[in-house]
């Protein structure tokens, strides 16, 4: 396990692209982990990812506090990740997969020549013939930075779809990411991102979307995390090259 800063996780995936390394990225929460608990087979799925990292606060903490293991400098959302290597990176070689209004996400970036990015803001066919489908697609397109946005558990199954046929693709999943860039979701204030509070703040933007996942299911995920970093009974199964 390596842990690493947000601009070091950054330098390492833009290392990654320029040499044609690619791996599956998850950006760990308390509702992927909660869903972990609830559903072996999907635990087993995200304990397959190449890199983890860690998307909310608790996990943060949670690492400052476990013994034996190095601390997480700091939190590395999806949304802010996405934004830097979509700045950085070649716009020919890139693929959305999902999100609402991708093209306004560019536009808020600044991003020239942002018709070159391939995007797919349709109904995704989550059969196994219209996930190869598309996969031909993003092929075709020559994108090797993938970014899957359908939420869990749906962007998952993608990812690992598009990880199996495009071995040197980077492929992140990034759930409601590009809502976030281009502004039809407000994010929280920075101190409530940074004192771990933002999903009081979500759920009070999207109260009735978001209440069954914040007041139920989150716990689930936070009893997990509690267990594993006092306990270390129930560990989330890691693999790969780096994890934060």
């Avoid at 942002?114 to 995704?124: A, L, R």
């Avoid at 759920?203 to 995920?221: I, K, S, T």
């Amino acid at each position: 396990m390596v842990c690493l800063s947000f601009e070091e996780v950054l330098e390492t995936f833009l290392d990654c692209l320029r040499s044609g390394k690619g791996g599956w990225v998850v950006t760990l929460n308390l509702e992927i982990l909660s869903l972990c608990r609830l559903d072996p087979a999907y635990r087993s799925m995200i304990g397959s990812a190449d890199y983890v990292l860690a998307d909310g606060m608790p996990f943060v903490w949670a690492s400052r506090v476990k013994k034996g293991v190095k601390a997480i400098p700091e939190r590395t959302t999806g949304s802010d990740l996405s934004g830097e290597l979509i700045r950085r990176f070649d716009r020919k070689k890139i693929a959305i997969i999902g999100g609402e209004s991708p093209p306004q996400a560019l536009k808020v970036l600044a991003v020239e020549d942002s018709e070159e990015v391939f995007i797919y803001d349709g109904i995704v066919d989550m059969s196994d013939e219209g996930i190869a489908r598309l996969i031909d697609d993003v092929k075709r397109h020559g994108a090797t930075l993938i970014f899957v946005a359908l939420g869990v558990p749906k962007q998952d199954k993608v990812a690992t779809a598009f990880r199996a046929a495009m071995p040197d693709a980077l492929i992140l999943g990034v759930g409601g990411t590009f809502e976030l860039i281009g502004g039809m979701k407000i994010r929280a204030p920075i101190w409530m991102q940074q004192s771990g509070t933002e999903w009081l703040w979500r759920l009070y933007v999207e109260p009735r979307r978001l209440w069954r996942r914040y007041l139920l299911l989150y716990w689930l995920g936070l009893g997990q995390l509690v267990d594993d970093t006092f306990l270390g009974l129930r560990r989330l199964p890691t693999r790969g090259n780096s994890s934060q």
